[in-house]
């Protein structure tokens, strides 16, 4: 199958939707307490830091989605203008980060949903694996459709949050000092808050999917990322003015906490569903993104060829999504501690940045006709600064949690040996 077997059927608003709606999940409602804790209010610095390397990695998605878009970006990119092995590793590296994410988003979610109703954990989460399945499998405009109601969904309940509580419960006071723990507290919380942009290049993995995609693509990464950052400044001003820096690091649901400092009994109900909501369309695209990650390896032969198959009416990688929800199954099985799981996706994620942006520079300096065709494309100079700039930053990141949690550095260094060894055997056996 090629490319040209799939729908056009991504706008822009679908590109944020993706874009935006990958990006803020979990994190959002994590991440600031432990940010918190060690930078205080400047916390909100380290946000910006935090989305440097983001930006940067984020212009070369853009240029790439605009000189040579594709399904299955994050795998045909690193093939084409790295190496073929090269792009295998990272596509291999990512089905662990995959499972690893569907797997933090359905328990994170079905924690939320049973602050309201008790809800028996592991079922739940199949259960929710099944939605997304069907979300996506009957076309993607019916995902991206879902995607766009419950990001509208969660944008609004945001906006009670950042609105009523700016007007009635911020006391700038609860601000200062702005550097409890000096400079350094506010650069070590940096890594923290890197997750909160993790996956704001969501539309690229669909990129033959996308209509116009050389100029929607980098117009909607753009806004998706530019949304983000605003978006978690104000929660976190938000949170900051109402809490403090030390209640708000101390506690384990810092929304909910903060929400019901000034929205008494109708925080529970407003914060569960905006989680439900901003989680769940999260894991509606990642099924999107995981998906095409298979499919584009199945049409080049490195994973089974049923991968790369389409359905004829609904025009969806119907098999790759079968194997997502099977995989996804299969990772409930994985330890249920957040520390391991946020490593085993952070780090081949951080692995695919990295390599992404060693492919611009490549484009930049070896293939001047993508180039020249690219709609959104820096001047060469700043392209590749951007593009080299964005590779140390994620290779760096890489090492960050080493000393947190050992485990998933040895569970992807293990699954990486079996991926080549499994690599080898098809190209030893004929007609696999």
């Not at 790295?82 to 089905?95: D, E, N, Q, V």
């Not at 116009?212 to 998706?224: F, V």
């Given at each position: 199958?090629t490319?040209a077997?799939?729908?056009?059927r991504?706008?822009?608003?679908?590109?944020?939707a993706?874009?935006?709606?990958?990006a803020?999940?979990?994190?959002?409602?994590s991440?600031?307490?432990?940010?918190?804790?060690?930078?205080?209010p400047a916390?909100l610095f380290?946000a910006l830091?935090?989305?440097?390397?983001?930006y940067?990695?984020?212009?070369?998605?853009a240029?790439?989605g605009?000189?040579?878009p594709?399904?299955?970006a994050?795998?045909?990119?690193?093939?084409r203008?790295l190496?073929?092995?090269?792009?295998?590793?990272?596509?291999?590296?990512?089905i662990?980060?995959?499972?690893?994410?569907?797997?933090?988003?359905?328990?994170?979610?079905?924690?939320?949903?049973?602050?309201?109703?008790?809800?028996?954990t592991k079922p739940t989460?199949?259960?929710?694996l099944?939605?997304?399945?069907?979300?996506n499998?009957?076309?993607?405009h019916?995902a991206?459709?879902?995607?766009?109601?419950?990001?509208?969904g969660?944008l609004?309940?945001?906006a009670v949050?950042v609105?009523w509580?700016g007007?009635?419960?911020?006391?700038?006071a609860?601000?200062?000092p702005?550097?409890?723990?000096?400079?350094?507290?506010?650069?070590?919380?940096t890594?923290?808050l890197?997750?909160?942009?993790?996956?704001?290049?969501a539309a690229?993995?669909a990129?033959a999917e996308v209509?116009d995609?050389?100029?929607?693509i980098?117009?909607g990464?753009?806004?998706?990322?530019g949304?983000a950052?605003?978006?978690?400044l104000?929660?976190g001003?938000?949170?900051?003015?109402v809490?403090?820096?030390?209640a708000?690091?101390?506690?384990d649901?810092p929304?909910l906490?903060?929400?019901?400092?000034?929205m008494?009994?109708?925080a529970t109900?407003?914060?569960?569903?905006?989680?439900?909501?901003?989680?769940?369309?999260?894991l509606?695209?990642?099924?999107a993104m995981?998906?095409?990650?298979?499919y584009?390896?199945g049409?080049?032969?490195?994973l089974p060829?049923?991968l790369?198959?389409?359905h004829?009416r609904w025009?969806?990688?119907?098999?790759?999504l079968?194997?997502?929800?099977?995989?996804?199954?299969a990772?409930l099985?994985?330890?249920m501690?957040?520390t391991?799981?946020?490593?085993?996706?952070n780090?081949?994620?951080?692995?695919?940045?990295?390599?992404i942006?060693?492919?611009?520079?490549?484009?930049?300096?070896r293939?001047?006709?993508?180039y020249?065709?690219?709609a959104?494309?820096?001047g060469?100079r700043?392209?590749?600064?951007?593009?080299y700039?964005?590779?140390?930053?994620?290779?760096?990141?890489?090492f960050?949690?080493?000393?947190t949690?050992g485990?998933?550095y040895?569970?992807?260094?293990v699954?990486?040996?079996?991926?080549?060894?499994?690599?080898q055997?098809?190209?030893?056996?004929?007609?696999?």
């Amino acid at each position: 199958m090629t490319d040209a077997t799939l729908a056009r059927r991504i706008d822009l608003w679908g590109v944020v939707a993706l874009g935006l709606g990958t990006a803020v999940g979990v994190s959002i409602f994590s991440a600031i307490a432990p940010a918190a804790k060690v930078a205080g209010p400047a916390m909100l610095f380290s946000a910006l830091l935090a989305a440097l390397p983001m930006y940067l990695i984020a212009v070369s998605y853009a240029f790439l989605g605009s000189a040579c878009p594709a399904s299955g970006a994050s795998f045909v990119w690193p093939a084409r203008f790295l190496h073929p092995t090269w792009g295998f590793c990272i596509g291999w590296a990512r089905i662990v980060a995959n499972v690893g994410a569907i797997v933090v988003l359905a328990l994170v979610l079905v924690r939320y949903a049973s602050m309201l109703v008790p809800l028996p954990t592991k079922p739940t989460m199949l259960g929710v694996l099944a939605l997304a399945l069907v979300a996506n499998l009957f076309g993607v405009h019916i995902a991206t459709r879902v995607q766009k109601v419950l990001l509208v969904g969660m944008l609004l309940l945001f906006a009670v949050f950042v609105l009523w509580g700016g007007a009635s419960a911020v006391d700038p006071a609860r601000l200062q000092p702005l550097f409890p723990h000096g400079l350094h507290g506010m650069v070590a919380a940096t890594p923290l808050l890197m997750g909160l942009f993790f996956g704001i290049e969501a539309a690229t993995e669909a990129g033959a999917e996308v209509t116009d995609s050389r100029r929607t693509i980098p117009l909607g990464i753009a806004l998706s990322i530019g949304s983000a950052t605003l978006l978690y400044l104000a929660v976190g001003f938000v949170a900051l003015g109402v809490l403090g820096g030390d209640a708000l690091g101390a506690s384990d649901a810092p929304i909910l906490d903060a929400a019901k400092g000034f929205m008494g009994p109708w925080a529970t109900p407003l914060v569960v569903l905006a989680a439900v909501l901003s989680i769940g369309k999260s894991l509606n695209a990642l099924f999107a993104m995981f998906s095409r990650s298979l499919y584009a390896m199945g049409t080049t032969g490195m994973l089974p060829s049923a991968l790369g198959r389409v359905h004829p009416r609904w025009q969806t990688p119907h098999v790759a999504l079968f194997a997502v929800f099977l995989l996804g199954c299969a990772g409930l099985l994985l330890p249920m501690e957040l520390t391991f799981l946020f490593l085993a996706v952070n780090i081949p994620n951080l692995l695919k940045y990295g390599s992404i942006c060693f492919a611009a520079a490549r484009v930049v300096e070896r293939h001047p006709e993508l180039y020249d065709a690219a709609a959104f494309k820096p001047g060469r100079r700043r392209m590749r600064i951007a593009a080299y700039g964005g590779a140390v930053s994620a290779f760096l990141l890489i090492f960050v949690g080493i000393e947190t949690d050992g485990r998933p550095y040895v569970l992807l260094l293990v699954w990486m040996l079996v991926g080549l060894v499994f690599l080898q055997t098809r190209r030893l056996t004929p007609g696999a």
